[in-house]
């Protein structure tokens, strides 16, 4: 099975993108996740993108990373996609590489993933997400390390603004692809576990579980 998560930022991809993983045991790719750890090591690759993570990296690297990714064996039984294609162009271009199952369009309103992105804190060791609404703690659980806040939400309407220019024009692509499955997330009167679970069943539903 391959398929991509595609939402704004805030909209909960990574977080469905962890519980697919382990459900159907297949790989969890997180564009996002490795620029962060190519930034952190400061390898040549980090040093090359840090300028970008508030806006887009050049899709000439994010199509050479994410092929490199795949070529891995954990991919072999499929892969989820987060955070990749992120554009009209890398979705032609990955196009070209190979087909996805499903494209998973999580819509949840602009004032909800903006309140989501100022309540997230990410481990800045093992990238564990938390909400300052339902965590108040500032160490990760998992490792101990320190929660921070990503340094590419400190400018929230840049990464909105980035998002409804770049990335939605490939809800209307993956339409006339005929691969678009769509959530609707409303959030309103529940709370962010009831939310996450009712996110997880729509989306099992769309891929036919
Ligand atoms: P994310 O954690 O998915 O929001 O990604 C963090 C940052 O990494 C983004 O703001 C972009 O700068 C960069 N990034 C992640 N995925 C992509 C992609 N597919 N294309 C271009 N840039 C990306």
């Known amino acids: ?19 697919l993983s382990q459900y159907y045991d297949i790989a969890h790719i997180s564009t996002g996740d490795l620029f962060r750890k190519a930034i952190s090591e400061n390898t040549e690759l980090g040093k090359k993108i840090k300028q970008y993570m508030s ?30 294609p992120r554009t009209v162009n890398q979705a032609r271009l990955f196009d070209r ?40 703690d500032t160490k990760c659980v998992k490792c101990g390390h320190n929660l921070v ?6 400018n929230i309407e840049l990464r909105f603004d980035t998002y409804l220019k770049e990335t939605f024009p490939l809800v209307k692509y993956y339409k006339g692809e ?20 009712q996110t997880f069943e729509a989306i099992k539903r769309i891929l036919g579980d």
């Open 1 to 19: 099975m391959k398929i991509s998560l595609l939402g704004a930022p805030g909209s909960g991809k990574g977080t469905q993108a962890k519980l």
């Open 55 to 84: 806006t887009l990296v050049p899709d000439s690297i994010v199509m050479d990373l994410v092929k490199e990714r795949l070529s891995k064996d954990d991919c072999k039984n499929g892969y989820i996609l987060d955070g990749f």
């Open 97 to 136: 590489y190979t087909k996805l199952d499903k494209v998973i369009y999580l819509n949840v309103p602009k004032e909800e993933v903006v309140d989501r992105i100022l309540s997230r804190r990410t481990c800045e060791n093992c990238g564990e997400i938390y909400n300052t609404h339902t965590f108040s």
């Open 149 to 154: 806040i990503r340094k590419e939400d400190e």
């Open 178 to 197: 005929n691969l678009l499955g769509e959530v609707i997330v409303d959030s309103n009167s529940k709370s962010a576990v009831e939310n996450i679970n």
